[in-house]
């Protein structure tokens, strides 16, 4: 269903009792009986996953796969797939081991997927299917961000150093992620996604001094490429630098901005404008995955009561949800919530 993202945003802002809005799909093999592998495979079942999740919970906006190993696998990277984890990236496209020349050569070289490479179109008709289905709901699709994805091509690790001592390639890196990235998402635009969650995690490892000229000034340009009124953006930085690199996250111009348990809440919020949508921040190992449903309460319950004296704070995991969670947990999350704002009425 089209909807006005920028009223929905207003909206949000607005409400006294705001519902949550946690990144949760992949534990929705267990409502279908499935696993990841099925999961990520087959458009079909993902629209159905999506369906059970909001049917399951009464969240702000349902959330697609959080699966950041998709665009790398585009590029040519080679990912590992289980039953019951997200997949992951094994190894790098641009090669660690040679020489910085020929390094710089393997980044010109690399080529800008079409969409529908690897499993894009699997995810994409998933999201149109889905929209048939969901209407209570905007419905969001998810990308990995540009330095995200840049560092999956070049080493998770090996990319943070890149930054300080081959900067050139990063950049010739970077503008390809970000090619694709928006064509990616337009793709989404075109099948009638209400919206997008841009998943930017690695680039809260980087300094406040690299953290605009790597991330902040690509992520700025993608959303000008693709946000409109019937389009929004939530970004998503599940980093441990977030809170001293908020300057240039909140320069990319998106509809609302999600972080991690990484960082101080509370914190984020004394920073943030009082007109910026700031998300989080339930951590999803200890808590969902690996809490119980008294633990989740209790968390819970703290993190809004330090945080909802701010109007523009709405609960959340603090980064995508495992799929092996106890959905006793879940359900303990959403009646948590449900449980502070009936004391407030």
């Not at 949000?12 to 949760?24: D, F, G, I, R």
């Not at 947990?329 to 704002?341: Q, T």
Request: proline share 5%; aromatic share 6%.
């Amino acid at each position: 269903m089209k909807r006005n993202m920028d009223q929905w945003t207003r909206e949000l802002l607005a409400a006294k009792t705001k519902k949550a809005v946690p990144v949760l799909s992949f534990p929705s093999i267990q409502l279908l009986g499935i696993t990841v592998k099925e999961l990520i495979s087959d458009s079909d079942v993902q629209a159905r996953g999506m369906k059970a999740v909001a049917d399951r919970v009464d969240a702000g906006a349902t959330v697609s796969l959080m699966d950041l190993s998709l665009e790398a696998e585009c590029f040519g990277a080679p990912i590992r797939v289980s039953d019951d984890e997200v997949p992951t990236v094994t190894g790098p496209v641009i090669s660690t081991e040679v020489e910085e020349d020929e390094r710089m050569e393997q980044a010109e070289a690399l080529q800008v997927p079409e969409i529908g490479a690897g499993r894009t179109q699997i995810y994409i008709d998933a999201i149109e299917k889905a929209m048939g289905m969901i209407e209570d709901r905007p419905v969001l699709a998810g990308v990995i961000g540009p330095f995200s994805l840049a560092g999956r091509l070049l080493d998770v690790t090996q990319s943070l150093i890149y930054c300080y001592e081959e900067p050139d390639m990063v950049h010739v890196v970077l503008e390809k992620c970000t090619q694709f990235i928006i064509k990616y998402i337009n793709a989404y635009k075109a099948v009638g996604a209400n919206g997008v969650v841009i998943a930017e995690p690695l680039a809260g490892l980087l300094s406040p001094a690299l953290a605009q000229e790597f991330s902040g000034d690509y992520c700025k340009r993608i959303v000008q490429s693709v946000r409109d009124e019937n389009f929004g953006v939530v970004f998503h930085n599940c980093g441990n630098t977030a809170n001293i690199t908020l300057d240039s996250i909140f320069s990319c111009g998106a509809n609302a901005y999600h972080f991690g348990n990484a960082v101080d809440m509370q914190e984020i919020l004394e920073k943030a404008p009082a007109d910026t949508i700031c998300m989080g921040n339930i951590d999803p190992a200890g808590e969902f995955r690996n809490g119980t449903p008294e633990s989740i309460r209790a968390k819970t319950l703290e993190v809004m009561g330090k945080c909802c004296s701010h109007p523009n704070f709405v609960i959340s995991s603090g980064c995508d949800i495992p799929p092996m969670s106890s959905w006793d947990n879940i359900d303990a999350f959403f009646n948590a919530v449900d449980e502070f704002y009936s004391k407030q009425a």
